[in-house]
Every structure is written in C-alpha cells, then in structure tokens.
C-alpha cells in the first residue's frame, strides 16, 4: 500500500514535469532579465521581472486544483504545502528582506529551493529530483564566493539545470509510458 501511494505520487510529478518546465523556464527568464537590468545600469529596477512570478504561483495552484487524479492522492497535501510553504517563505524573504540580505539574499533562495527539491526527490524515491536539490544547494553555498552583480547569471543557469531539465526529461518519460 505504501509502494502503491508513492508510486502514485511519482506519477504526479512525471505527469507534471509541468510545473519543473514552467518554474525553471520562468526562474532562467526573471534572473536573465535581471542581469540584463543591472548590465545596463538599471539596479533599482532589475528585480522587476519578479513580480511575475506571484502571478506563476497562483496559476499553478489553480492548474493543480483543477485536476480531478490529484484529488485522490494522500501525497498530493505533503507535497503541495512543502511547495507551498517554500514558495512563500521564498518571497517573504525576497521581497521584504532583500535590502537586510542583500548579498545573501541568493544563496538563501537557493537553500530554500535545494532542500525542499531535494526532500520532493526523496519523498517519492526520484534520484534525478534529489540531484536536483543537491545541485541547488551547491549552488547556494557557491553563491556566497561570487560576486553579487554575478548571483543572477548563477541563478538563472542552476535553474535550468535543476529545474527546467529535469522537467523536460520527467515530460519526456511521461509521454514514452504507454497508457
């Protein structure tokens, strides 16, 4: 029965390489806008490509209410309030605590992501997700030898890497397995 209900759970994250494909995409686009900003001496609007991303979260939220196979899956409520619950702590720090943080502000998202990444792989026995996470923890503590003006650059590649990439393979598998 366990087996059954983390296999169920899998299968929610493979047929949602979704989410991974949308917040790694949209993650690599804001941090690439924002160092795009900052190199043509825009810094006190360069975290504006941000603001998109509270409009991306209540979409998904929506996208994942609306699924009638995710109703019935007692992972579904583990996984959606560790989401939830990062994605908030994420934008309480960004928003209301960047200007304290400041050069520490991108190593602590990436802390944040990593380990909630890397408990996500765990908990449905996913070792690309687990390596995910590892690669996003990494990164943050890589993030405080390099330069601020740099952590943008930085967050942007990580993301495509742990997010975006194993989205597209998750999708990928998910359209190999026949029906």
């Not at 900052?38 to 006190?44: P, Q």
């Not at 990436?110 to 923890?137: E, P």
Request: include cysteine; hydrophobic fraction near 55%.
């Amino acid at each position: 029965m366990i087996n059954q209900v983390i296999n169920q759970a899998k299968n929610r994250f493979e047929e949602n390489g979704f989410a991974f494909i949308l917040w790694g995409a949209l993650i690599a686009f804001c941090c690439f806008s924002q160092a795009y900003l900052l190199h043509i001496g825009l810094g006190k609007q360069s975290w504006y490509p941000y603001l998109i991303m509270p409009l991306a979260s209540i979409y998904t939220i929506y996208y994942y209410a609306k699924k009638e196979a995710y109703k019935h899956n007692p992972l579904k409520l583990v996984s959606s309030r560790l989401w939830l619950f990062t994605g908030v702590n994420i934008m309480l720090v960004a928003f209301g605590f960047s200007s304290a943080l400041q050069d520490h502000l991108t190593p602590i998202i990436l802390l944040l992501l990593g380990i909630a990444t890397a408990v996500a792989g765990s908990f449905i026995r996913s070792r690309m997700l687990l390596f995910s996470g590892i690669v996003l923890n990494l990164s943050a503590y890589a993030a405080f030898f390099v330069p601020w003006k740099q952590h943008p650059l930085l967050m942007g590649m990580v993301s495509l890497v742990a997010f975006l990439l194993p989205g597209l393979l998750l999708h990928y598998k998910h359209k190999r397995q026949p029906v």
